[in-house]
């Protein structure tokens, strides 16, 4: 092959995009569609997806009544009136983008009217973490997450069929927050010259060997790859951009929605990563090239050969399933701390207010949150019970997100709150508080190391018939109590609704 054949580059991005067959083609533009509705393209590459947003009523104007019901919140805050130095107007100011750029959150909430005016400071933080969330994906997970596109891209130029789950390869936990540092840097660099306007299209393109050298090395350092980078595209980068512009009409199909994603993402993705082959076959003597499985000829030119074998695992292989507990030791787990939370919420409620009642939120006698945490603790965390302390701070975690979530959706979908930890100590929106998660956490412990044992345990001294049946059984009922709620609603009897 010559130095750099204009035909030969131009030739193979076609094949591997378009001849290869249908799937792989369609797994392109599947990729392509994945990291355009992430963000993780530009805006040109993101135009069908806009669309497909509009067509689905996502891009609606948000009502002026619920921001003015966030405005009126955030004014009557009890920091204005004690801090008069501090200028709401700027608060103000921070509502109006916050409600512009995450107006899905504003709509979201605000199908329920009712949830939205009980609980507009709850919005408004949800729009603060949405925020914050969205920063940290852009700028930490999401440009980490192209050096998985691009092993997806490579790896599809020497074999016949990919699965789509390779772009989570590079993704191994050893290797997570190293890829996420030198993404950020790479990204990063790439700006603040880009300010410069010539000096970014410069960097542009002599840093561009680096999300692949990720992809293939992925422990490979910011300071390596941005000079072997250098090197590798050093007298090149003329060549890259005549390339480039001699498909010049991809530039055109791109400002054509769905046309692009299907037609001109799948051929610049592949055009891009023939870039990085052929400037790797002239650097081949590099130690950083650690993968032997892309030294040979693309699979649109050796058909005949057999997939490759790369160093570099996937991921899905890589997650270890614990199965020390079957499914039927699950479920009579998961109705055991069913009842036991039931029966700790009756108690409770027996010993303060001396009233015997239903605390469940079913009819029957049992507490679902309760079974779902204990479940939820066992069938996740088990495998850390080792480290009692990381054990610990995990089912605290665990464990508060669930009881968030739980009394949210009882709150929005069904405007009822069966606790409300507002007068506790270090409560969140009054959903969760500290008292509670620490008693969660002992109970989480109490489940890992003696009470799940203890019931997978008794289950298995049953044969295996009996076991099978007695699931059955608790199950029937639950889903039958299941019914009623969907036919009576929830049970809201006397001391219903009351909190620890």
């Known amino acids: 092959m010559k130095d750099w054949d204009y035909r030969q580059i131009r030739k193979r991005s076609w094949d591997t995009a378009f001849k290869k067959g249908v799937g792989p083609w369609w797994t392109l533009v599947v990729v392509g569609a994945l990291f355009a509705f992430l963000g993780a393209a530009n805006a040109a590459q993101t135009a069908g997806v ?16 619920n921001i003015e019901i966030l405005k009126e919140h955030v004014l009557n805050l009890p920091v204005f009136a004690r801090f008069p130095f501090l200028n709401s107007e700027l608060a103000l ?19 329920n009217a009712a949830y939205f005016k009980r609980n507009p400071g709850e919005v408004i933080w949800f729009l603060l973490a949405t925020a914050v969330l969205s920063l940290l994906l852009r700028f930490f997970i999401q440009n980490a997450s192209l050096i998985g596109r691009e092993r997806f891209l490579m790896e599809n130029r020497m074999q016949e069929k990919v699965k789509i789950r390779r772009i989570l390869a590079p993704y191994h936990r050893k290797d997570l927050l190293h890829l996420i540092w030198v993404g950020f840097c790479y990204h990063g660099s790439v700006l603040l010259w880009s300010l410069t306007i010539v000096g970014g299209i410069y960097k542009a ?3 561009a060997m680096v999300p692949y050298l990720q992809a293939e090395n992925p422990q490979i350092s910011w300071k390596d790859a941005k000079k072997l980078s250098a090197d590798m ?20 199909l791109k400002a054509v929605p769905v046309v692009g994603l299907l037609v001109a993402l799948p051929l610049e993705y592949q055009l891009n990563t023939e870039f990085y082959f052929v400037l790797r ?17 693309p699979y649109v030119e050796n058909r005949e050969a057999k997939a490759p074998l790369y160093l570099l695992d996937d991921l899905v292989d890589d997650i270890v399933i614990d199965t020390e507990y079957s499914l039927t030791d699950l479920i009579a787990i998961f109705f055991s701390f069913c009842f036991a939370g039931w029966c700790w919420e009756v108690l409770l409620h027996l010993m303060q207010n001396h009233e015997l009642v239903n605390r469940g939120t079913l009819y029957g006698p049992w507490l679902p949150i309760y079974g779902c945490g204990g479940t939820a603790i066992i069938f996740f965390l088990n495998r850390y019970k080792n480290d009692p302390g990381k054990l610990f701070f995990m089912i605290v975690g665990l464990c508060g997100v669930l009881e968030y979530a739980a009394s949210l959706i009882l709150d929005f ?45 008794m289950m298995r001294s049953l044969p295996r018939k009996r076991q099978i049946v007695i699931c059955a059984v608790l199950v029937t009922l639950f889903v039958a109590d299941l019914i009623c ?14 909190g620890i």
């Open 413 to 457: 979908i069904y405007n009822a709150s069966y606790w409300d930890y507002k007068e506790m100590f270090l409560n969140l929106n009054g959903r969760i508080c500290f008292a509670g998660l620490l008693l969660f956490g002992i109970g989480g412990m109490f489940g890992i190391y003696i009470a799940g044992p203890k019931i997978r345990e």
């Open 50 to 65: 806009n669309v497909a947003d509009q067509v689905a009523g996502l891009e609606n104007t948000v009502s002026v009544s």
């Open 485 to 498: 709620v969907a036919l009576f609603g929830f049970n809201s009897g006397a001391g219903v609704g009351g």
């Open 93 to 111: 100011t921070l509502i109006d983008a916050l409600t512009k750029s995450y107006s899905w959150v504003i709509q979201l909430f605000g199908a």
């Open 281 to 297: 076959e002239k650097e081949i003597d590099k130690r950083f090239f650690i993968e032997p499985g892309f030294d040979g000829l």
């Open 205 to 207: 393109y002599q840093y």
């Open 233 to 252: 595209t050093n007298g090149y980068k003329w060549n890259m951009f005549l390339t480039q512009l001699s498909y010049i009409y991809i530039l055109v």
